[in-house]
């Protein structure tokens, strides 16, 4: 990239012909760089949007009495796995099963 002379020579560091190559590609793995950081962060940053919710749906339910429960559909042992289809971490079946079985009725 640059020639360096010896001490005590009175030039200083001169560019070489390949030094704006260089230069571009290392800016461009630099931006690489940082949008695989970006990214990472995202998906960190989704995750922890997930997990705040599935806990503070679990909360919230594991709250109600086992009436109110019932009365929403759910049992006490469902409360993590609608917490987590809540959350959107596993498929929302509860959902799609209400669905298909009013498609049936109507």
């Known amino acids: 990239m640059f020639d360096a002379r010896p001490p ?3 030039a200083t560091l001169t560019a070489v012909p390949g030094a ?3 230069a571009h590609l290392i800016a ?3 931006a690489r760089l940082l949008a695989a950081l970006a990214a990472a962060a ?3 940053a ?3 949007r997930r997990a ?3 806990r503070s749906t679990e909360n919230a339910l594991r709250g109600l009495d086992p ?3 019932r009365d929403i ?3 006490p042992g469902e409360i993590s796995s609608a917490a987590a289809e809540v959350a959107g971490d596993v498929e929302a079946t509860r959902l799609r099963v209400w669905r298909e079985i009013g498609a049936r009725v109507v």
């Open 8 to 10: 005590g020579s009175s």
């Open 20 to 22: 704006a190559a260089a």
């Open 28 to 30: 461009r793995l630099f």
């Open 42 to 44: 995202g998906r960190r």
């Open 46 to 48: 989704d995750e922890w």
């Open 52 to 54: 705040h919710l599935r």
């Open 67 to 69: 009436h109110t429960l």
């Open 73 to 75: 559909g759910l049992t």
